[in-house]
């Protein structure tokens, strides 16, 4: 974890009503602008780590309005981070944009990328260069490639205080039940044969992989609550008449914490380790992805934008439990930064991400009333984090919490 920020004596604050008013404000006056960035990022979608003209155009929009913006950080093309003030604390506002081969912003990266951005510019136009740096992050190959996991190993997030984004989603929910995601190749090296002429000769690696699946399921069933294995083969043998001396898995693994995602991690490799000992094959089981780690809510943050979200006439709940909604990178930013990920409807309930109607859900009205709504949320936490010293502290005895 960075290092916690103590702060000095608070100075040149607006009374919360005054700031409140004056974010508002700066929400109006940009409404449609940034309506029109969330609409441009909806028509042109890109997938993950070729988001090139995405990450131009908002980048482009903060170089304009006088942040200090470097590019292809942590050595990431599309990846940029854009910072205006000085010194600590430093609050981040957190922008993803890519998008979903097939599907376009069907997870409403487009709405992630717009309020981040508005959220920044407003903080900053409100805090009249006062205490603190905003700094506005831009993260691109969410959708399982992980520019967030490969940020924090950068070191992009060392001097960051807070976090704070959202999601759109189908729910109205203050925190993110996102569980630990990653996934292993598994790959069984026998000695090929001819299954008539020469069979006694053959040991069949694809054999050895059927049976790490029968051993797979066999485990399923008394894994904890929110982990499980699901595999796919990726390489099968070459012809039906010779008996496969090379095949191959992959495995996706997820589990309620990082460290039960180890748990199940382990039991694979001595699962795999175990069929090729009782088969007479070799075996090697490697990551095959960035790790995702489960996320760590910030109490105190999501409380705070939760209040400030209440104002404009949304009301978020805790999650529903054993209700889980995949996995996201910024679980890798939570274990080191206090963060915040609440989920703001976009439609009903019935409906789901990752769909054709909710891309289209993601350029409609309510996105657009959500969007404008989720900035002046967004932008007044990142205020309180930039000028409440005791709300810093609340922030990060919640991640020790969350630690232990």
């Not at 992805?289 to 978020?316: K, N, P, Q």
Request: aromatic letters at 6%; charged letters at 25%.
């Amino acid at each position: 974890m960075s290092g916690r920020y103590v702060a000095g004596p608070q100075v040149g604050r607006a009374a919360p009503e005054e700031e409140a008013r004056l974010v508002r404000e700066e929400v109006a006056r940009r409404a449609d602008a940034l309506w029109a960035v969330a609409r441009a990022l909806h028509a042109d979608p890109e997938t993950a780590f070729a988001e090139h003209r995405s990450a131009a155009l908002l980048a482009d929009e903060l170089e304009r309005a006088g942040f200090e913006v470097r590019r292809e950080v942590a050595d990431l093309p599309t990846a940029f981070t854009a910072r205006s003030g000085r010194g600590r604390p430093v609050v981040a506002f957190l922008l993803e944009y890519d998008a979903l081969p097939g599907l376009g912003h069907a997870c409403g990266h487009n709405l992630i990328a717009a309020a981040g951005l508005g959220a920044a510019l407003v903080a900053d136009a409100v805090s009249a260069g006062g205490e603190g740096t905003v700094l506005a992050v831009g993260t691109p190959g969410e959708e399982g490639r992980g520019g967030k996991a490969i940020e924090v190993a950068a070191g992009l997030f060392d001097d960051v205080d807070a976090a704070l984004m959202f999601h759109p989603g189908v729910y109205d929910w203050v925190r993110a039940p996102l569980t630990a995601q990653e996934q292993y190749r598994v790959a069984f090296r026998g000695r090929a044969a001819h299954p008539t002429g020469n069979p006694t000769e053959g040991i069949d690696a694809l054999a050895a992989l059927v049976e790490l699946f029968n051993v797979v399921s066999a485990l399923g069933r008394r894994l904890p609550e929110g982990s499980h294995a699901q595999g796919i083969v990726t390489h099968g043998g070459t012809a039906t008449n010779i008996v496969p001396e090379y095949a191959e898995g992959r495995f996706g693994l997820r589990a309620l914490t990082t460290g039960a995602l180890d748990d199940l991690a382990a039991l694979l490799r001595t699962a795999a380790e175990g069929v090729a000992a009782a088969t007479g094959t070799t075996v090697t089981v490697d990551r095959a992805s960035v790790r995702y780690e489960h996320f760590r809510d910030s109490g105190a943050l999501s409380e705070r934008f939760a209040g400030h979200l209440e104002h404009a006439g949304i009301t978020l709940t805790p999650p529903v439990p054993g209700v889980y909604l995949g996995s996201s990178d910024i679980g890798n930013v939570s274990g080191r930064v206090p963060a915040i990920h609440p989920f703001v409807a976009i439609m009903d309930s019935d409906g789901s991400d990752h769909t054709p109607e909710f891309a289209e859900a993601a350029a409609s009205e309510r996105a657009r009333r959500v969007l404008l709504a989720v900035v002046e949320a967004l932008a007044l936490t990142g205020l309180d984090v930039l000028r409440d010293a005791g709300l810093r502290d609340r922030a990060w005895e919640d991640l020790r919490r969350a630690e232990g």
